[in-house]
């Protein structure tokens, strides 16, 4: 089997480490915090692809697809890792829709989760998206995440502040949240999503 480690910075301590890892002392949990490209000429791993129509880069942020007879996707999209053994699914516990007041510090978002995985190597992962805004936004964008540290079936709350769906607004030069319909996906990366809701967030 073809394996990929990966370590950055890892200090003094790398070596014994990454050895647990290799020994399978120690489940791995780490995720890519960007997108890794399949070769020279595909998606950047600093470019976020964004609703509308396609520009320079063919194929999108997280999808897969085939072009010229080629796979036309990342190698590794943003938030993929890989643990020992186990299986993650992820579910919203609330019934129906998120609705939000602008004027709230936060909210929570409950997410069922079982998880078969070795201990440690379960991460949970929110995105969102928003089709309509005054800026054009990524088609996917992280908004928290939760390290399950053991196989369980249990409840997770991610608590969000209101903030973190906005964006710089390039003509007011500020911070701007929109009002409005956004997207909630659940998955264990930016490729693979689990579940879907829409947060209505009011003026």
Known sequence: MDVLLASWIGGEAAGPALWEIINGDFNPSGRLAQTWPRSV??????????????GLWQGDYSGMGWRDGEMNGPLFEFGAGFSYGGVDIFSFAQNGSLTVSISDLSFDVHVNVKSSAAPGGCVVQLYFSQAIAQAVRPKLMLL????IERSTTTTVTLKIPVEDLGYYHP????THVDVGAYSLHLGTSSANLHAQTTLTLRG
């Open 41 to 54: 000429g595909y998606v950047g791993s600093h470019a976020d692809s964004k609703f509308g129509p396609e």
């Open 171 to 174: 003509l007011t030069k500020t």
């Open 144 to 147: 928290a995440f939760a390290k």
